[in-house]
């Protein structure tokens, strides 16, 4: 017999109870396969919930859609787009919904396997989808099927026919006759290949294709550790120290609502992991917790580790807002058209409707939202997600820090970011841990705000503060150009080797991308260093390789997720990637528009040094020239 993870009486029991073709398809797959798979019932991906995914360590992968869907409520198209026949309303093609499983397990969660499946497109094929029809039999299927494919038969016929009257060339009857086929095809795929029903439920198999490939070897163990995240004991956190404030922000309560802001290092990723363990111990049910940025999950996920308590990692769900919804919208089969809209336009669409759920029934709710850096947010999509994912009696907390605003947001008559009534007053951490007593990071801080920051914020006081005459740590600039970036990579690893740093306590950020990627590429290029890095984005040559270029995003999103601190290599990273993270010396590349939260994000970074570039007419150059030494000057 497989092994259905959790197990069937388990499943029985949870909250959300199993619907009867979900329970009836996991009694048979668990006899149809051998102990060799194994059978997971809804396993959480940060937001994406596939119904049934079957996992074999010689054989791949299967993703299963269960549907208990009456199919005289439907109807599918020629063009292969269904309906509700009540009211014409699209929904999402349930075969859509599998393949866009299988398509974030490459791009998204399968560290490395997009890449392997760029380099081997054989690694396609790791990955097989089928749809299960529970309340319908195969001749049932093929009767729902059978009106669109007919309009196509019918379609293809007149093109002949209009053809061989020659009221049509030969080139449009053959560009016609293409078109109407592969519609056609696509439809029979759905219905022959990839559909299962009762009485034919033989028809769920592995992929026949690896054709060679060892899939053990590459990706199994990440599948399984995505799929059965494991156990965190007592005894592998930490013995952390909370102050009375952090102690009592802490605190996790039902119905709560709450707003915490501090300076920079004041740990209120530290609470936010802290309140996230205490919320699961309280309802011992999920606990959803949302960032902006993508580097941030693996980061936040560190700090919940450090907790010292039993826990399983399974009733937490670390995402993005825009990763998280574009999962719900596909869990809960809401159809998105990405097709030929500009992002502003997408925005409004789908992430900022606060309708856009309206007619959805059963969405999953939580007991605990957490939001971390909510400064990034915009009111709507914290409505979003209170009024759709929230349960009415559940918390909600929003962690931020209204300085690093580096979106632009709206800020409130407090000064602090404009978010949504009902949270309170923000609630503040004064005091510092990033930052050691003597460090000069915290003067640059204070000075930064002063100079530029002012105007729009409260200046922070800092309770740790305590500047002494020897102040630790490098704060060092220079000039520099966009087209002499090997200059830079060089005066950098001189930089590193004369202080003794190891690449490991190194993090070069800038608010462009592209910046980034010349550096980089001169870092691991250059005549006499060849330094490792790693990075939040696709590298120089990978944008470039034409057979790369197309997958750039989906591969520095990779990147994003797999992003890791302490990676032993020096680091690259945009400063909006790198919100929320701490380096000992950050080297900060500054662009000629960005702006003062931007540089202020980027120097509070750093926990010790500080080392900035600057473009020669930069609005910022005064405030380096009379807080910086000049870096010719220590190397």
Excluded at 276 to 283: D, F, P
Aim: aromatic share 12%; with cysteine; charged share 25%.
């Amino acid at each position: 017999m497989a092994n259905v993870i959790p197990n069937i009486d388990q499943i029985k029991k949870s909250r959300q109870a199993p619907t009867p073709g979900e329970l009836h398809l996991l009694e048979a797959l668990s006899l149809m396969f051998d102990e060799n798979t194994n059978v997971f019932f809804q396993p959480c991906f940060n937001g994406d919930r596939p119904d049934i995914v079957l996992l074999n360590k010689e054989l791949g992968v299967v993703i299963l859609e269960v549907k208990d869907w009456d199919l005289q409520q439907y109807r599918v198209s020629s063009d292969n787009v269904w309906s509700l026949k009540s009211n014409g309303q699209i929904i999402k093609s349930p075969f859509a919904q599998a393949f866009a499983y299988k398509k974030t397990f490459f791009d998204v969660h399968i560290n490395g396997l997009l890449e392997k499946n760029i380099r081997d497109e054989r690694f396609f094929n790791v990955v097989k989808v089928s749809v299960y029809f529970h309340c319908v039999d195969k001749k049932g299927l093929e009767g729902f099927y059978r009106p669109a494919i007919e309009n196509l038969k019918q379609q293809l016929r007149e093109n002949e026919s209009n053809f061989k009257s020659e009221k049509i060339l030969h080139k449009s009857y053959d560009k016609e006759r293409e078109y109407l086929e592969n519609k056609k095809k696509k439809l029979m795929r759905d219905l022959t290949l990839l559909s299962v029903t009762r009485d034919n439920l033989y028809k769920i198999s592995f992929s026949k294709n690896l054709r060679g490939i060892n899939f053990y070897e590459t990706v199994y163990k990440e599948f399984y550790r995505l799929l059965f995240p494991p156990y965190h004991y007592a005894n592998e956190g930490k013995e952390l120290q909370y102050t009375r404030l952090q102690s009592r922000l802490c605190e996790s309560s039902e119905g709560a609502r709450a707003k915490i802001c501090g300076v920079a290092g004041s740990g209120k990723t530290t609470v936010l992991a802290k309140r996230a363990v205490n919320a699961h111990k309280r309802h011992e049910g999920a606990v959803l917790i949302l960032t902006f940025n993508i580097t941030l999950q693996l980061y936040i996920k560190g700090k919940i580790s450090e907790v010292r308590d039993d826990f399983s990692w399974a009733n937490f769900e670390i995402a993005h807002y825009h990763g998280f919804m574009s999962s719900a919208f596909n869990n809960y089969g809401v159809q998105v058209d990405f097709k030929d809209l500009s992002w502003d336009e997408l925005e409004k669409r789908y992430f900022s409707n606060e309708d856009i759920f309206q007619s959805v029934e059963n969405i999953r709710r939580y007991e605990t939202i957490l939001i971390d850096e909510v400064q990034d947010y915009k009111a709507e999509w914290l409505k979003l997600i209170r009024d759709n994912f929230l349960n009415p009696a559940g918390e909600m907390v929003l962690f931020g820090d209204e300085k690093q605003n580096i979106y632009s947001r709206a800020i409130d008559s407090e000064r602090r970011s404009k978010l949504i009534d009902g949270f309170g007053r923000w609630e503040k951490l004064t005091k510092s841990f990033r930052f050691k007593q003597d460090s000069h990071v915290m003067k640059i801080a204070a000075l930064f705000q002063a100079t530029h920051l002012l105007e729009n914020y409260d200046l922070d006081v800092d309770e740790s503060y305590q500047p002494s005459l020897s102040m630790l740590g490098v704060n060092a600039y220079s000039s520099y150009h966009e087209d002499e970036l090997d200059k830079c990579a060089k005066l950098i690893v001189d930089l590193t080797k004369k202080e003794g740093l190891h690449p490991n306590d190194l993090t070069i950020v800038c608010s462009r991308e592209s910046v980034l990627q010349n550096l980089d590429y001169h870092l691991r290029n250059g005549e006499g260093h060849k330094q490792r890095t790693l990075t939040t984005f696709a590298t120089l040559e990978v944008m470039q390789h034409p057979k790369f270029s197309k997958s750039a995003k989906a591969l520095g999103n990779s990147k994003k997720v797999g992003f890791n601190l302490n990676s032993g290599v020096t680091k690259l990273s945009t400063i909006h990637s790198f919100k929320g993270y701490e380096s000992p010396l950050v080297v900060l590349l500054v662009c000629d528009k960005d702006s003062a939260e931007i540089i202020y994000t980027g120097l509070t970074r750093a926990k010790e040094s500080i080392v900035a570039f600057i473009p020669s007419k930069s609005v910022y150059k005064d405030f380096f020239e009379k807080n910086f030494d000049h870096l010719n000057s220590i190397i």
